[in-house]
């Protein structure tokens, strides 16, 4: 049967970034298969056209999307709030469909006035992503309360639905989560439009001008990534191992898109004398996104914190790019063997793995092809969807005494 869903986002939809991608491709995806979707979320962030998205009161001095971990979202989420409540007594949804704790903390109520299932879409620990954007430290005395708060929201969802296997581990093994509630569901990726370069003429002429316009010089082989740029996702981290290997290989080339604050980047380039083989063009619409992965010669997917997911790595396998990752539990989950691993958090070590996938052109194609073949078979957001539709009637079931 369709289900109509209150999907709560405390969050600045769309920014062009992982979870946001995650939201966008599973309303979609669930919205194909019939079931009616309205998104609460933030006052700011791009329209998406196709979904019905609901926006709390304005508050006119945000007007750059909220990322991450900030102070401002004290009051964002008394308007996301109040928002919701209106949405969901106008609505009368089915279930209600929570994107991080604290759109799970606005959906507790509602669930309970209008006794629906409240699912637990699990991207991360709370606590361990305002560890990762340095918003608080394991000393400060907000620390402990917040983690009780993030472990109760974990035990008062009907499903908790992690977007990997490891997460789900993690929550079995500190019991944080009963067994029976928590249902994995991969980060998946659209693999018509993200799909190898075929080499056709058409396709040529259009790489060859997306490199003109990002000032990349002819001749030059191209390292990808897409992402934000922090600490934590091992941009820095990135930068240095660019300083290490064009030093070796002067033909190489970082195209290091996503946002926010590009600029400091640039600066940090300029600093390692390396400016001239590093483009930091900013944000990247995520529809034009599959274009300019193209231009790749090698993918890497740095990313340092071990409870996040890593939805990009998918992007990149639908590509058929050779990926370069640092090793986490999570990376060797999404590529198991067709990808190539650094020791984590060594500069030295990921520069020194970009360079063995860019040497070695037959171990590129053979995990390349590899990871296309993997994406094709377990990574639609088709098979996602159907998933989360068998979680709803469960929990939807379950609620109402009917399981």
Do not use: C
Not at 11 to 27: C, M
Not at 191 to 200: A, L, N, V
Not at 345 to 362: H, R, V
Request: proline share 6%; hydrophobic share 45%; no cysteine.
């Amino acid at each position: 049967m369709p289900y109509t869903v209150l999907m709560l986002a405390s969050t600045s939809f769309f920014s062009d970034y992982g979870s946001h991608v995650r939201i966008w491709e599973e309303a979609q995806a669930l919205q194909r298969l019939g079931h009616r979707v309205v998104l609460v979320t933030y006052h700011n962030g791009k329209p998406m056209p196709g979904l019905d998205i609901r926006r709390s009161w304005d508050v006119p001095w945000i007007k750059r999307a909220v990322v991450g971990s900030s102070r401002h979202k004290l009051y964002l989420d008394v308007g996301l709030s109040w928002r919701a409540l209106r949405v969901a007594l106008s609505l009368r949804p089915s279930v209600i469909h929570a994107h991080t704790h604290e759109a799970a903390a606005i959906g507790l109520p509602l669930r309970q006035m209008l006794n629906l299932p409240l699912i637990l879409d699990y991207q991360g620990s709370m606590t361990s992503e305002m560890l990762d954007h340095g918003f608080i430290h394991k000393r400060n005395p907000l620390y402990m309360p917040l983690v009780r708060l993030e472990q109760f929201l974990n035990t008062q969802a009907d499903v908790v639905v992690p977007s990997t296997e490891n997460a789900a581990a993690l929550l079995r093994r500190t019991g944080a989560v009963r067994p029976e509630r928590l249902h994995a569901v991969p980060d998946g990726v659209d693999t018509e439009r993200f799909r190898p370069y075929d080499g056709s003429p058409v396709w040529a002429a259009q790489r060859d001008e997306l490199r003109a316009q990002l000032g990349i010089p002819p001749g030059r082989r191209i390292v990808v990534y897409i992402g934000l740029l922090a600490p934590y996702q091992g941009t820095n981290l990135l930068i240095e191992a660019a300083r290490l290997l064009t030093a070796r290989r002067p033909e190489v080339h970082f195209l290091i898109m996503g946002h926010p604050d590009p600029h400091s980047y640039r600066r940090l380039a300029a600093s390692l004398g390396v400016v001239e083989h590093v483009t930091l063009p900013g944000r990247i619409n995520y529809h034009d996104l599959h274009s300019y992965l193209a231009l790749g010669d090698v993918a890497v997917a740095p990313k340092m914190s071990m409870t996040e997911g890593n939805g990009k790595i998918a992007n990149y396998m639908a590509m058929g790019l050779p990926t370069v990752v640092f090793e986490t539990p999570v990376a060797r989950e999404i590529l198991a063997d067709t990808g190539l691993y650094a020791h984590l958090g060594s500069a030295e070590s990921l520069a020194a793995t970009l360079e063995l996938a860019l040497d070695d052109p037959a171990l590129a194609a053979r995990l390349g092809a590899a990871a296309r073949a993997r994406a094709l078979a377990e990574l639609s957001w088709e098979q996602a969807a159907r998933t989360i539709e068998a979680i709803y009637a469960a929990a939807v079931a379950q609620r109402h005494g009917q399981a």
